[in-house]
Structure formats: C-alpha cells, structure tokens
C-alpha cells in the first residue's frame, strides 16, 4: 500500500516536471543548469526520489521558482484536482497492485498529460459529489471489479477451504452440525462461541456477530437461523486460515474504513461458502438439475435443505461455480427488497461479470421495472406467508429487454432472512442466453417457461400500454420533445421561413 511519504514524493516529482515543461527545458538541459544527472532527475519526476534540501534549491533556481512554492502542495489551478487525488484516501488507501496496476505508472500517466487527466478528474470529482457517493460505495463499487476480473472464482480460496478440511480431518459432504463448526473453531485457535453476550444488549439487536480479538471469543446473535450462524461460524474460520489482520470484528460492517477490510471480508465469507458448498459437490448437483427437463421448483429449493445454507448464499455460490466449471460468464446478482404495495423497491446488492448487464441499480431513485422476477416473486413471497409461512419461494422467468437483443433465464428466491423487517426479500441470478447456456440448460427449451419483454425503470421505458406501469416515462417524454423541436426547426429550414 502506498505511503505517505510516497505521495509527498510523487507531488514533488510532478511540480518538478510540470515547471521543466513549461519552461521548455529538456532533460539535459535541466541536468546542466543544475548540475544533477539525467537518471537522478528522471527518479525525481518519477516520484520515486525526494531530494536534499541543497538540491531542492538548485532545482527550484534552475526552474524559476523558490524552495517554498516547490516543495508545497500548492500548483496552478490547471493541476489542482491532480493534487487532489494524489492527497485523497484513494492512493493510500486503495491497493492498486491488486487490480494489476503500480501506483507509479498510474502518476506517470497523470503526469504526461495533466491539463487533460486534470479535466477528467474534476468530471469525476463533480459526480461524486452531485450523486453524493461516499468513500464505502466506491470500495463496493471496486470490490465488484475485483470479482468481474477473475470471474468471481478463487482458486487459491477454495484450495484453502480444502486444504483445512484435509488438515483438521473434516470429511467432504453437504452440511455440518453447529457443534462441528465450533469445536472446529476451538481446535483452531482456542476460539469460543458466546450464544448470550448479544442478547444481553437490545442496542445489539441488530448485530448478527462480534469477534473479540482479546477474549478469543464469538459472540453471536441467537435469534438467527442455524445456517446463518454457521456461515459466520466458518467466516471466522476462514478470517483464521487465511492469516487476515485488517478485518471487520462486526457482522455487517457497519462502517468501511478501507478496501483492505472490504476485500478481506469478503475473502473470509467466500471461504465460507466454498466450505459450506465444496465446489465438486456442488457442480455435480448443477450438472444434473440442467439435465431436467422441466423446471423444478421443489428439486431446486431441495438444496437450501442439502447444503443449509440461505437463498442468497446459495444463489452467490451459483455465481462462482457457474463461470469456472462451466464457461458460463454473462451473468448478474441482484438482491431486491420492498414491501408489499410500496411505489418503490431497493437494490441492496449487484453483481455484474463480463459485462454491465441490465438490471442495475440506479441512484436516481427510478422505479424498477415491475415486469421482473425478483419484483413479482416479492409479492407472491408475501402472499404465500399467511398460508404456509416464512418459507422460501422460487421461478423462473426468461427476460427480453425491450429495444435490445439480451435475453436472460432469470432464477429468483423470495424469503425474508429477517423476521423483524416488514421487507420482502428477494435473490435472482441472471444468466445471458446463448448457445453455451441452451446447450447446458434442458429446461430453457421447455415452451412452459414462462417469457416477458421487460425494461429497467419506468422513467426510461418506451414499451406502450404497459399494464403495470409505475409512473410515466419521463425521460422518453423529454426525449420526444426535444425530437419535435429539432423536426419543427427542420421544417422551417426547408420550407426556407425568416424568422423576424
């Protein structure tokens, strides 16, 4: 991660350049009035070397300049959103290196260019702040990167979950009791689960688990399901196993300090799901499900059962199996809630991998196409309670995008994880129909799957007469008029008018 004597450094180095090129001087040229070499100045303006306080001064006379105004943070308007960068969180905070990218050649870049790199970070700079986005939603936004760029599959992770299970003798097989996974925990690192601390609290109501790093102990909320309290159970496993220090102590996070932390937390659940759901296991129930060839709703549910594991666990699970052992890549995630007979619904939590697939998640408050699965099982989830209670509900649904070519088989699960919310809660993943997809999935070809020319909000939608519309389409109203206008002025223009 970089420091920040590292910033201090590439600040330097970028004022130093900036000054040599404006005043026409070449390298050499620079070298000779200064009396320093061409490699120590190329380290310099590279930010990788800070001078003495003598060579500060030779440089600040050779460019013009003084030693305060060279060595301050202070440049020309032109650069400043440069600097601004370089002094945010975002470099000392962000681990460039594991999206394959130096620091140093990021700076490099803003540096051959900055008049140009200095107008599209203020761009940048202006969005963040009209959509009011805050420093967490960018660490989310980048942790979904990570995941498209290794198609969300770990092997390293999974290689760990294994590797433990050989270790600490654990046999392969679909779900484990409670007691497994605390002795487990115990043997490990003489790690204890407290099941009362947090109902002693009712400020803690809401927390799911603490891990006290001093006491060496748990604590976990009581009221959750047996499968949610064993994904934490083995999440702290995985937070042990794979040697990670930066971390959350708190389920959920109620508070993103850092990448690092983002990226760990989500590490240690990746090894729990891979140890709840073992990846041979699981595609071998993948394979024979897309044998049927009729949708089975119950087949399907049958491995929430199998695995004990909650829709959304197994659901994100499917997007890591999916892309690795069978090249199926062109996928999304949505995690949707809402209640019942609200105008509006939440997306809580996407996932996108090859591409930014529709539906997504829009922070204009737009009304999400009524016409989704996720949005319809919601309902059907709520109506199911009275009569059968808070069981999970599942279907299935080919989604054309009205306008495009995309279409989507699209498998949801509605059930509300947390009793104590009136929300309905849904999980769906998308997966792009193609040959690769027709060619693995028997049922997709069954003419009783049901299909629907869906959009993505109701603002942006040109679908006429659409039955369950939300609100008008505004943006294609202001579209439209803006069209007349242009055809109105046309007309006048070949009709050859003056206007007076």
């Known amino acids: 991660m970089i420091t920040e004597f590292d910033i201090v450094k590439m600040i330097f180095g970028f004022k130093v350049k900036y000054l040599r090129k404006q005043k026409g001087l ?21 930010g990788k070397k800070y001078p003495k306080p003598d060579k500060i001064e030779l440089l600040a006379r050779s460019l013009d300049t003084d030693y305060d105004s060279l060595v301050s943070k202070k440049v020309d308007k032109k650069l400043q959103a440069v600097i601004d960068l370089l002094t945010s969180d ?28 200095n107008a599209f970070i203020s761009t940048l700079f202006n969005l963040t702040r009209k959509y009011q986005m805050r420093t967490e939603s960018f660490y989310k936004s980048a942790l979904r990167s990570y995941q498209n760029l ?10 760990a979950a294994r590797n433990f299970k050989k270790e600490y003798g654990v046999s392969l097989k679909p779900t484990y009791s409670l007691e497994e996974l605390e002795d487990l925990l115990k043997q490990l690192d003489n790690i204890t689960v407290d099941h009362e601390g947090i109902k002693s609290s009712s400020d803690l109501s809401k927390v799911r688990s603490y891990y006290s790093k001093q006491q060496k102990k748990l604590f976990v909320n009581p009221d959750l399901s047996d499968s949610q309290l064993k994904f934490l159970l083995v999440r702290e496993i995985g937070f042990q196993v794979l040697g990670i220090k930066e971390r959350p102590y708190v389920t959920r996070i109620m508070e993103v300090t850092s990448f690092e932390e983002l990226l760990n937390n989500f590490r240690a659940s990746y090894f729990a799901v891979s140890f709840l759901m073992d990846s041979r296991l699981i595609a071998k129930d993948i394979t024979t499900f897309c044998k049927l060839p009729q949708w089975d709703e119950k087949t399907f549910l049958g491995y929430l059962d199998k695995y004990d594991v909650t829709p959304e666990m197994f659901l994100q699970r499917l ?182």
């Open 150 to 159: 290794h198609d969300n599959y770990f092997e390293d992770i999974e290689t």
């Open 319 to 500: 997007t890591n199996i999916l892309p690795a052992k069978f090249g199926v890549k062109d996928l999304f995630f949505i995690r949707m809630s809402g209640r019942e007979g609200a105008a509006k619904f939440e997306l809580t939590k996407e996932l996108h991998l090859s591409q930014l697939h529709s539906p997504y998640a829009n922070e204009n408050q737009e009304h999400y196409c009524r016409k989704w699965l996720s949005l319809d099982l919601i309902k059907r989830q709520k109506e199911n309670i009275s009569k059968k209670g808070n069981v999970p509900i599942a279907d299935i649904q080919v989604s054309k995008y009205w306008e495009t070519t995309n279409e989507y088989l699209c498998i949801s699960i509605a059930k509300n994880d947390d009793p104590s919310t009136q929300d309905g809660v849904s999980v769906t993943v998308g997966l792009m129909i193609n040959e690769r997809l027709r060619q693995l999935v028997r049922f997709l070809g069954d003419p009783e799957v049901p299909t629907k020319v869906v959009n993505t909000t109701c603002e942006r939608c040109t679908m006429p007469d659409c039955p369950v519309r939300e609100v008008a389409p505004v943006f294609e109203m202001k579209k439209r008029n803006t069209e007349q206008v242009y055809s109105a002025l046309k007309l006048l223009e070949e009709k050859d008018v003056v206007l007076e």
């Open 90 to 117: 975002f470099l000392k905070l962000f681990p460039l290196d594991e999206f394959g990218v130096s620091p140093y050649k990021l700076f490099e870049l803003f540096s051959n260019a900055p008049d140009k790199v």
């Open 26 to 46: 070449t390298y050499q040229q620079l070298s000779k009035v200064s009396g320093m070499s061409l490699s120590y100045i190329h380290e310099v303006e590279k």
